[in-house]
């Protein structure tokens, strides 16, 4: 924990180690344009492959877990806050709810526990299999982003007075929790934007697909990136359509 009682080294350490981070994945699209390679970039390479084997930093899990008395998925690395970079410079730090959202549409996360309220209490769901996908279309000459998060949905506990059999319960529960999903996607873009930093790679992304149309607008491309069009899909669906009866947690607090 970088942002608790820890030395006083640890931000600078923290902070260099994701600047370098964000140095390999420069490196990495530097690569798949076919550009030549140094050695101070086959040394960043190096570096990035590590870091993304044993640190594994871009895996999140909830901060705060009180109403999940399950045992939570062991493989997780705690994070508060995931640092912003344009070029080698840091411009600033995201939020918790904001990393969820850059790690959900980059799929670096596999598993994440939602909260979802109802009128009659509230039910806790895991989300796992997590499949995120960004295509290009073109719309009148101008691409448009289309974010396609999927995945299955596990109820884990259930607070109140809800029917589980009841299919169009599960369907109310998947759409809060899609929508869930959604809202922190749509706060990553919007941080993204503000910053003028492609977090996502949607420059790559188009270079990849389209190179003669990002070659023509590259030059501006991270200060263009409020003028890009983004939609943003998600399709969980809850796995353990089953009663209340089972072995998850239900709880009907009077």
């Not at 840091?90 to 939602?114: C, F, K, R």
């Not at 169009?168 to 930093?197: F, G, H, Q």
Request: glycine share 6%; net charge neutral.
């Amino acid at each position: 924990q970088v942002n608790g009682k820890t030395r006083s080294d640890h931000r600078t350490i923290m902070n260099t180690m994701i600047q370098l981070y964000a140095s390999y994945k420069e490196t990495l699209e530097k690569q798949s344009m076919g550009f030549n390679m140094s050695n101070w970039d086959q040394k960043l390479l190096k570096y990035g492959q590590r870091f993304e084997k044993e640190e594994d930093i871009i895996k999140i899990e909830e901060a705060k877990l009180e109403n999940l008395e399950t045992s939570t998925p062991d493989n997780y690395v705690k994070l508060g806050e995931f640092a912003i970079f344009k070029g080698e410079k840091l411009v600033d730090y995201a939020s918790y709810d904001e990393s969820l959202g850059i790690n959900i549409i980059n799929g670096h996360i596999n598993q994440m526990t939602i909260n979802l309220d109802i009128d009659s209490g509230y039910v806790v769901v895991n989300t796992s299999s997590f499949n995120s996908k960004i295509d290009i279309d073109f719309i009148s000459k101008k691409p448009l982003y289309k974010i396609n998060l999927s995945g299955e949905a596990r109820i884990m506990e259930v607070n109140g007075n809800i029917n589980l059999e009841d299919p169009d319960v599960i369907d109310m529960l998947e759409k809060k929790a899609n929508k869930k999903i959604k809202e922190y996607a749509s706060l990553a873009i919007d941080l993204a934007v503000k910053n003028k930093s492609d977090i996502f790679g949607f420059g790559l992304k188009m270079y990849q697909n389209y190179p003669k149309y990002f070659n023509k607008v590259k030059k501006n491309w991270n200060d263009n990136l409020g003028l890009l069009d983004v939609s943003i899909k998600s399709k969980f669906l809850i796995k353990n359509k089953v009663s209340s009866k089972n072995s998850m947690e239900v709880r009907h607090d009077k």
